[in-house]
């Protein structure tokens, strides 16, 4: 591509404003990287927990050590690592529909949750958690975060099962939860209700911290391979990490009640999810950079961003809004342009499965759909708000950045 000028300037520009808060995350991605080194060490990880296995996949050493490796990384007595689940979605539902009950109540206390889950939560006829009599309330968020008065007041007149936490913004404009945040409020529940079980949807938080929701009060939090945890390298698969009477029942609804996680094989070998998990404080740190590029940048420009440029996000996405729908479908497409795979393909609106209006998505990935690779979508409705996340490479995202700046100056002729 060629250079403009003025292009490369706002770049450069954009990094020198960056460059503290950079170095920040690099000590980040370093601290979690010795984080997960050592569980390898630990676990003395060893070619033998590459293999593939077949039929029942009793002893299967490598998804049990995968499992092992990833409570010790995540801080909880018990994880499943598992590419026996598809997505973060079923990560979420099976654990959902593991702890709750006919007649108990689920309070989200972060508002509505991701748009693929308000399916599982209301009553449709396919087996919602509505449609087996379980209950749900919410509390909204408010500006600056977490409404903690209301929370409280909440668990203080209903009784509830299950509190559940979207760290991640999902498709709204606000900022992730921070892990701080996010231990309040798990300090505040156990304070009125200890019985409760806190749940966290981990999707997109994984090493944007020092520390994990579940090593602050957290009992299990559930989330995707193809996202931060795979590394960019895991070809697909979901987790859930927490307490080992509450795994123990997400790995009966997995399986079947039976056998949990005694049975399971996975005949194309476990090298993929081991290097992934190896990888992804790096990739994440990447990711991380990358959203605040893209921040800076069109911050610098007068677009209105979140985060707010030199915050480092709790999660791997910036949010930037256009003026018009036109401006939000170029962009994505020119995200679109600059992806190593299905470059010449250009992104159209669609309804897609799980979510309410049509939404346009730039996904020219190496793993189908995996949004910890450089990948951005916007639905849409008013405003217009353009969601770009991942990045295997931070150079990667610097280029794509130029494509968008590109495309946008054509438009202005
Ligand atoms: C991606 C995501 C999900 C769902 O994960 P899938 O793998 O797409 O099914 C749930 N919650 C949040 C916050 C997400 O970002």
Redesign the pocket.
């Known amino acids: 591509m060629e250079l403009n000028r003025e292009i490369v300037n706002l770049l450069t520009n954009a990094e020198d404003k960056l460059r503290d808060a950079f170095k920040e995350v690099d000590n980040l991605a370093l601290f979690n990287q010795s984080k997960v080194l050592d569980a390898f060490r630990d676990n003395a990880i060893g070619q033998r927990h590459f293999a593939g296995t077949n039929g029942y996949g009793y002893d299967d050493i490598g998804r049990d050590t995968l499992c092992k490796l990833l409570a010790r990384i995540f801080g909880t007595e018990s994880a499943i690592v598992s590419p026996l689940i598809v ?4 990560a ?1 539902s099976l654990t959902l529909f593991a702890l709750l009950k006919h007649g108990d109540k689920m309070l989200s206390i972060s508002g509505a ?2 748009d ?2 308000q399916t599982i939560i209301k009553g449709n006829g396919n087996g919602s958690l509505a449609d087996n009599d379980i209950d749900y309330i919410q509390v909204d968020l408010i500006e600056s975060g977490l409404d903690y008065a209301k929370i409280e007041d909440t668990l203080r007149n209903n009784k509830i099962k299950l509190v559940f936490i ?3 913004r ?1 498709y709204e404009w606000r900022n992730a939860l921070t892990v701080s945040q996010i231990k309040k409020a798990a300090d505040l529940v156990k304070s009125i209700s200890p019985d409760t079980i806190v749940m966290c ?1 981990n ?2 938080g994984e090493f944007t911290d020092y520390t994990e929701p579940t090593q602050n009060n957290v009992d299990i939090v559930a ?2 391979l ?2 931060n945890l795979g590394g960019g390298i895991a070809p697909t698969g ?1 987790y859930v990490c927490g307490k080992s009477e509450l795994i123990d029942k997400v790995a009966c609804r997995l399986t079947a009640p039976s056998i949990g996680m005694e049975v399971g094989s996975y005949a194309s070998g476990y090298r993929t999810f081991y290097q992934g998990l190896f990888c992804a404080p790096h990739v994440v740190a990447c990711a991380l950079k990358s959203a605040m590029l893209f921040s800076q940048v069109f911050t610098d420009l007068g677009y209105s961003t979140l985060p707010e440029p030199s915050i480092i996000p709790s ?1 791997i996405i910036c949010s930037i809004q256009f003026e018009t729908k036109d401006q939000a479908i170029d962009f994505i497409r020119a995200v679109q342009k600059a992806s190593p795979i299905d470059s010449n393909v250009v992104p159209f609106p669609w309804d897609m499965p799980g979510y309410d209006s049509q939404v346009i998505m730039a996904a020219g990935t190496f793993v189908a ?1 995996a ?1 910890i690779e450089l990948s951005a979508d916007s639905p849409l409705t008013k405003p217009y708000t353009a969601y770009i996340q991942g990045a295997l490479t931070y150079e990667h995202a610097k280029l794509a950045i130029m494509y968008c700046l590109e495309s946008l100056s054509n438009k202005k002729g």
Do not use: M
């Not at 997505?87 to 079923?90: D, I, L, R, V, Y």
């Open positions: 997505s973060g979605t079923h979420l949750p991701y693929t889950l979207g760290r991640s999902g949807d999707c997109y989330g995707s193809i996202k979901g999660d759909g949004s």
